[in-house]
């Protein structure tokens, strides 16, 4: 009963033809060197602007960077404590329920 049946592997009947693709094994041929590369040129310096930070900018960025973690923190805190009150709420849903259930129950 608890022993698997496994099923029969069928053989194959009939004559068995092998494939009719030869391979045929080729040579080798070694074929010239590559040359060497030529040395790089040196890479031009760049035209961009460089950014420099100032007291004021540095400052501002700081600022930035509090505000967005203070937010990203407080919504985070709101909803933990969403999933917290929710949770609460059902546990006491179902104390009350089992309550009324056993009770219920007794007077029968």
Do not use: H, N
């Amino acid at each position: 009963m608890f022993r698997p049946k496994l099923p029969a592997m069928p053989q194959p009947t009939g004559q068995v033809t092998p494939p009719a693709v030869v391979v045929k094994p080729t040579t080798i041929t070694p074929g010239t060197p590559a040359p060497p590369p030529a040395p790089a040129a040196p890479v031009p310096a760049s035209t961009r602007p460089t950014v420099q930070l100032t007291p004021g900018t540095a400052l501002a960025l700081v600022g930035g960077g509090t505000a967005v973690v203070l937010v990203v923190g407080t919504v985070l805190v709101s909803m933990l404590l969403a999933v917290a009150v929710t949770a609460a709420s059902v546990a006491v849903c179902a104390v009350v329920l089992r309550s009324l259930l056993a009770s219920d129950a007794k007077r029968r």
